[in-house]
């Protein structure tokens, strides 16, 4: 098995989408108003405690509730990224091996779409 690298990382400002093309040729799709919602840093965690809790899968399903955008997107060695977002908040490391449990395409997630997605 491929180790879980990105092969290239796209930001649609238009959709408001994080688009990482997986080296193994699979893509996510991730909205940015979910990704932000799952920060794994453990002030949005809710504290120590609570890090080893996984992100709810349907925050990438619901509704934006609020516009973010992402300022910088910072590599962090060759197993992670820090975002940047628009309203001030960094602290958030995203693992490739967490980001790619977390593709919400229908490949990955097909509990998630119905047939009239």
Request: with cysteine; charged share 20%.
């Amino acid at each position: 098995m491929l180790a879980i690298q990105p092969k290239s990382i796209t930001v649609h400002k238009t959709d408001s989408i994080l688009e990482i093309l997986w080296k193994d040729e699979h893509v996510s799709r991730f909205p940015l108003f979910g990704l932000r919602k799952a920060c794994p840093c453990v002030v949005c965690k809710g504290g120590h405690a609570q890090m080893s809790i996984p992100a709810d899968p349907k925050v990438f399903f619901e509704k934006p509730t609020r516009i973010v955008h992402i300022n910088q997107i910072v590599p962090m060695g060759n197993y992670a990224i820090q975002i940047h977002w628009s309203d001030g908040h960094n602290s958030g490391m995203y693992r490739w091996e967490v980001l790619r449990e977390w593709c919400p395409c229908k490949e990955c997630k097909p509990e998630f779409h119905t047939a009239t997605n």
